[in-house]
């Protein structure tokens, strides 16, 4: 499926060819919408389009010599190349539907701003396929798109075309699948982002290296420690890159909290606290145990994370308690976990509520507070009279993704199979954890059973 987009700066006319080319070269559109993003963005509209006229629900008369009208004008033009500059995505796609079903104008015809503007080079570009078209692959799609790294989402596949289509729509993704491995069959793919349901990612994978596909698979990265292991080994059985998307790995202000727990700021670390808490118990794949669902998959596994970054992986003893879903998985987790060196972690997680999602580490000189621990923005240093000594910030918003993607492409740059920041062996160990918490709350699904 070839769009008609602008790829950094430039014009590139894929099935539209039929533009009324006039007195200009450049393609004739029409915008839609005369708001902000209109404002923020004229510029390369201008420099890369002859734009006719603007539309617009509320708003008449002029932006620079460029008329504005109301939607009726487009009753009867015959140039219908629509781009809708409004930065919010869920409004741009319901405006592409009242276009197409009010007006008549084809899908193909109508561009969300957002994805021209913002566009990488395709140069030497890296080429993201995303596997699954649901939220958090809108949220890496977003990501990639804004990072202007020389990287793209080259295509997109669903189980279901018509998704497919809309996901491509929605983020400016020139191909879309209806077959995830139609997909695996392109050449021009470089690496596969996995964000399908837990329940699917071990034999994602395994399609994925069948194709020699470098991955990024979502977290929790298998059902088991035993999957793990067999998509680790048969990766370095064919070379190629295998990586969970486990944000905390990942993320700068970890790579804070590492330094100053290593010289000493708090003196020796003694126990860690962390609460992660959303509320998504009415979604039927975290509701079922088949799918991955349940709090210890979908949240459970960021506070494990948490807590290895400070305390390690050398654990004696696990307390374990929740309640269950009337198809098996676990709707809250309570952890007690203690170490063989005297250290202990208290872990909460649920999917009935949200919450502050705050982690702590506790020394024996002060105590650090990251303010949310799968994604913080802030992360504080107290001494033992509550006084704030040091305060770091991160300056973007979804640090983790970017940063999980620019690993990835350096990563394959260099030929690695695993990356320093999220190894093969942490991915296991963490695996093994879940194992064995799963083991004392008797939560099993299917994939146990393989």
Same mark, same amino acid.
């Given at each position: 499926?070839?769009?008609?987009?602008?790829?950094?700066?430039?014009?590139?006319?894929?099935?539209?060819?039929?533009?009324?080319?006039?007195?200009?070269?450049?393609?004739?559109?029409?915008?839609?919408?005369?708001?902000?993003?209109?404002?923020?963005?004229?510029?390369?509209?201008?420099?890369?389009?002859?734009?006719?006229?603007?539309?617009?629900?509320?708003?008449?008369?002029?932006?620079?010599? %460029?008329? !504005?009208? *109301?939607?009726?004008?487009?009753? $009867?033009?015959?140039?219908?190349? +629509?781009?809708? /500059?409004?930065? &919010?995505?869920?409004?741009?796609?319901?405006?592409?539907?009242?276009?197409?079903?009010?007006?008549?104008?084809?899908?193909?015809?109508?561009?969300?701003?957002?994805?021209?503007?913002?566009?990488?080079?395709?140069?030497?570009?890296?080429? %993201?396929? !995303?596997? *699954?078209?649901?939220?958090?692959? $809108?949220?890496?799609?977003?990501? +990639?798109?804004? /990072?202007?790294? &020389?990287?793209?989402?080259?295509?997109?596949?669903?189980?279901?075309?018509?998704?497919?289509?809309?996901?491509?729509?929605?983020?400016?993704?020139?191909?879309?699948?209806?077959?995830?491995?139609?997909?695996?069959?392109?050449?021009?793919?470089?690496? !596969?982002?996995?964000?399908?349901?837990?329940?699917?990612?071990?034999?994602?994978?395994?399609?994925?290296?069948?194709?020699?596909?470098?991955?990024?698979?979502?977290?929790?990265?298998?059902?088991?420690?035993?999957?793990?292991?067999?998509?680790?080994?048969?990766?370095?059985?064919?070379?190629?890159?295998?990586?969970?998307?486990?944000?905390?790995?990942?993320?700068?202000?970890?790579?804070?909290?590492?330094?100053?727990?290593?010289?000493?700021?708090?003196?020796?670390?003694?126990?860690?606290?962390?609460?992660?808490?959303?509320?998504?118990?009415?979604?039927?794949?975290?509701?079922?145990?088949?799918?991955?669902?349940?709090?210890?998959?979908?949240?459970?596994?960021?506070?494990?994370?948490?807590?290895?970054?400070?305390?390690?992986?050398?654990?004696?003893?696990?307390?374990?308690?929740?309640?269950?879903?009337?198809?098996?998985?676990?709707?809250?987790?309570?952890?007690?976990?203690?170490?063989?060196?005297?250290?202990?972690?208290?872990?909460?997680?649920?999917?009935?509520?949200?919450?502050?999602?705050?982690?702590?580490?506790?020394?024996?000189?002060?105590?650090?507070?990251?303010?949310?621990?799968?994604?913080?923005?802030?992360?504080?240093?107290?001494?033992?009279?509550?006084?704030?000594?040091?305060?770091?910030?991160?300056?973007?918003?979804?640090?983790?993704?970017?940063?999980?993607?620019?690993?990835?492409?350096?990563?394959?740059?260099?030929?690695?199979?695993?990356?320093?920041?999220?190894?093969?062996?942490?991915?296991?160990?963490?695996?093994?954890?879940?194992?064995?918490?799963?083991?004392?709350?008797?939560?099993?699904?299917?994939?146990?059973?393989?």
């Amino acid at each position: 499926m070839k769009r008609w987009l602008g790829l950094k700066m430039k014009i590139i006319v894929g099935v539209n060819d039929d533009f009324e080319q006039g007195t200009s070269c450049k393609p004739h559109v029409i915008v839609y919408g005369a708001g902000k993003c209109l404002i923020n963005h004229y510029k390369f509209l201008n420099e890369n389009y002859f734009v006719e006229a603007i539309v617009d629900k509320n708003k008449r008369g002029q932006f620079g010599d %460029v008329p !504005i009208y *109301g939607l009726e004008y487009l009753d $009867s033009r015959t140039t219908q190349n +629509i781009i809708i /500059m409004i930065e &919010n995505r869920d409004i741009c796609m319901n405006i592409a539907n009242m276009l197409n079903s009010t007006y008549g104008i084809p899908r193909a015809n109508i561009v969300l701003g957002v994805n021209l503007v913002n566009y990488s080079d395709e140069g030497n570009c890296f080429k %993201v396929g !995303i596997m *699954g078209c649901g939220g958090m692959a $809108s949220y890496m799609a977003i990501a +990639i798109l804004n /990072m202007h790294q &020389n990287i793209k989402v080259q295509a997109c596949a669903s189980r279901n075309q018509k998704k497919a289509d809309e996901f491509a729509f929605k983020h400016g993704i020139e191909k879309a699948y209806g077959s995830y491995i139609d997909m695996l069959k392109d050449d021009e793919v470089d690496l !596969i982002y996995i964000a399908t349901p837990i329940s699917e990612h071990y034999v994602n994978m395994k399609q994925c290296i069948e194709y020699r596909k470098n991955i990024l698979c979502e977290k929790s990265f298998t059902i088991n420690e035993v999957q793990a292991k067999e998509i680790f080994m048969l990766a370095r059985d064919y070379s190629v890159y295998v990586a969970e998307a486990m944000t905390i790995r990942y993320h700068p202000i970890y790579t804070i909290l590492k330094d100053i727990l290593h010289n000493g700021t708090i003196g020796e670390v003694l126990s860690v606290y962390a609460s992660f808490n959303y509320k998504v118990d009415s979604l039927e794949r975290i509701r079922n145990i088949d799918l991955g669902g349940g709090a210890l998959y979908e949240l459970g596994v960021y506070n494990l994370n948490f807590m290895v970054s400070c305390l390690g992986y050398d654990i004696a003893n696990i307390i374990a308690q929740c309640d269950k879903f009337e198809i098996g998985a676990d709707v809250y987790l309570m952890l007690i976990i203690q170490y063989k060196s005297g250290k202990t972690a208290e872990l909460y997680c649920d999917t009935r509520c949200s919450g502050n999602n705050q982690g702590i580490v506790y020394g024996e000189k002060g105590y650090v507070v990251i303010d949310e621990i799968n994604n913080p923005v802030k992360l504080s240093v107290y001494d033992n009279e509550k006084r704030l000594v040091a305060e770091y910030t991160s300056e973007t918003k979804e640090p983790g993704l970017e940063n999980e993607m620019m690993v990835a492409k350096k990563s394959i740059e260099e030929k690695r199979i695993e990356c320093f920041e999220c190894s093969h062996e942490h991915t296991i160990n963490i695996m093994k954890i879940m194992d064995k918490i799963r083991n004392q709350i008797e939560i099993f699904c299917i994939g146990d059973y393989k």
